[in-house]
């Protein structure tokens, strides 16, 4: 979706709580994908309607009383969450066997996978366009497969065994959708939010949370060893935040001494900051629960419990 955007083919444009798509070539709009997809009757997809912008077509998509996925992902169990990427994978698979559809023409952004969170049942944006998001099938899945690990092992409330275990299967292309989507079904191994990391937990209850206040780039980073390095290059620290080019590959580090925490900007070019206050290179300084840690232009607030 990103690429179509950037070289100027579709426009974005939010309203309130739907947004549309706006061609800047309608010769791109298949009227064919948008007749099968108003014939159906399932909720599989967010309501779409064809509508003329400027003289453009635009698509404008209606997701009613459901939420983004990112929004609801911190409010969310691994149990529900199970439920709803299990959701996620049958409808991809529905469309996977749809004569008329290809899985190429989803949006994978997790702002427009759409939830209802009364029953958890998934909505798909489709796009009826020529030009697909991905150019075959196998790029589509490894993008959800790629894009699923990391929202899983960015999100502190979803660090458990069986979260453990999904990450591994994610990455194993063995095993298909359909294969994934039964695991979880059948509730394989323990789904209770009991912290697991490869490192070793900190022994203490209360643990140190740096959670984004980006929606748009939402995560939440457990700082589970006593000195946590955090930056951009992922083969140099313990947490990586990859959405942002202004954080250094090595930008700061996070360090817990009894139940106390500090933290220390490593030479960073564009700066650590604590509740605007920026800090000087190799300068230290304590951090509470709702502290307002900066990383560059990148805000998170602290939480512990």
Not at 253 to 279: P, W
Request: include cysteine; aromatic fraction near 10%; glycine fraction near 4%.
């Amino acid at each position: 979706m990103n690429s179509l955007i950037e070289n100027g083919s579709i426009t974005e444009m939010k309203c309130d709580t739907n947004f549309a798509y706006i061609l800047n070539d309608n010769s791109m709009f298949l009227s064919t994908q948008y007749k099968v997809l108003q014939s159906r009757t399932d909720d599989c997809f967010v309501r779409c309607m064809k509508m003329l912008y400027n003289g453009k077509i635009q698509l404008y998509f209606f997701p009613v009383s459901s939420k983004p996925l990112r929004h609801i992902i911190f409010n969310i169990d691994v149990s529900k969450f199970c439920n709803i990427i299990a959701n996620l994978f049958h409808d991809i698979m529905e469309v996977k066997s749809n004569g008329f559809l290809s899985c190429q023409n989803i949006d994978l952004s997790f702002d427009h996978i759409y939830i209802d969170v009364k029953t958890y049942k998934v909505g798909l944006v489709y796009l009826p366009l020529n030009c697909p998001l991905y150019e075959d099938y196998s790029l589509f899945e490894n993008q959800l497969r790629t894009d699923l690990i990391k929202l899983i092992t960015n999100t502190a409330s979803l660090s458990s065994p069986k979260m453990h275990q999904f990450v591994e299967k994610l990455a194993d292309d063995v095993l298909t959708l359909e294969d994934l989507s039964q695991w979880l079904k059948n509730d394989a191994g323990p789904s209770s939010s009991t912290t697991y990391f490869k490192d070793r937990t900190l022994p203490h209850a209360e643990q140190l949370y740096l959670v984004s206040m980006d929606h748009s780039n939402y995560m939440e980073m457990l700082i589970n060893k006593d000195e946590f390095l955090i930056g951009r290059k992922a083969s140099c620290v313990d947490g990586v935040i990859e959405f942002n080019k202004m954080i250094g590959r090595v930008h700061c580090k996070i360090n817990k001494s009894g139940k106390s925490y500090s933290i220390t900007d490593l030479n960073s070019a564009n700066g650590t900051y604590v509740n605007q206050k920026r800090l000087l290179p190799n300068q230290t300084m304590s951090i509470h629960h709702d502290d307002i840690i900066r990383l560059a232009n990148s805000d998170f607030k602290v939480r512990v419990g």
